[in-house]
């Protein structure tokens, strides 16, 4: 793998993938603690519509799937917090009217048609310099936000209604991050792929909550392992002539079933050793 660094297109991989990690690692975080991988999933899918509606246009990809991604996170979110029983079905349907009127508007759009399926895994070897610039300048964002609200996502993530009283506006920073979430993938999406996205979001992150102490830790843990993942999946299509992105997403499975394993393991001594007390 050193050798492929002298190749231009294998460090832009590798630092789209670094601040992927970042992104991902941080935003997942919250995204885990507080249970809302689904509603992540579903801004995600839902950004399809968005870039459809960018190509019928014939407007930026970025102004188009930013704005539609948006009004999906808010939507989403509002019905999340208004009624958090009946939220995965309204959820559900968004997900899948995202992804129809992206294909629609693509089909209806004359000239050359974009493959949908390339934004599903992406293709992080194809990254410009410009993309890492866009990046870059998102992962400040999220750190700079992440840090000043940082004492307010304790709150919120471990006890809402102890936050609610210390006067902070859960409300609105549920809206906020989950409007970094819709943010953070469309930034995201075109260079490692939606797939790609989703399991950053949630991988790293759920792994990290067993070994950290701290919401800070786990973030960093999680950031750690994302560029662990990446770097394993971008070695492993190096070697084997693959597809990066997939490797990525079977390298961050690998990790979450062996996490599993881990758990089962310990869990049994625990047991066996509980037995064994009990009995002497």
Known sequence: MIEALQFEFIRNALFAGIFASLICGVIGTFVVVNRLVFLAGGIAHAAYGGIGLALF?????????????????????????????????FIGVLWAVGMAVGVILTDLTPGYKVDLMSYLFGSILAVQSGDIWWMTAMGAVVLIITLYYYRDMIAISYDVEFARLRGVPVNGLYFLFMALVAISIVFIIRVVGLILVIALLSIPPYIAEKYAGTLG???????????????????????????SGPCIILAAAAGFFLSLAVDFVIGTRQKLARRKEIKS
Request: proline share 3%; hydrophobic share 60%.
């Open 57 to 89: 246009l014939g407007i930026p990809y970025i102004i188009g799937t930013l704005g539609f991604s948006l009004g999906a996170a808010l939507i989403m979110t509002a019905v999340t917090l208004k009624n958090p029983h009946r939220s995965d079905t």
């Open 217 to 243: 830790g786990m973030m960093i843990i999680a950031v750690m392992l994302s560029i662990i993942f990446n770097l394993v999946g971008l070695w492993l299509a190096y070697m084997l002539n693959l597809t």
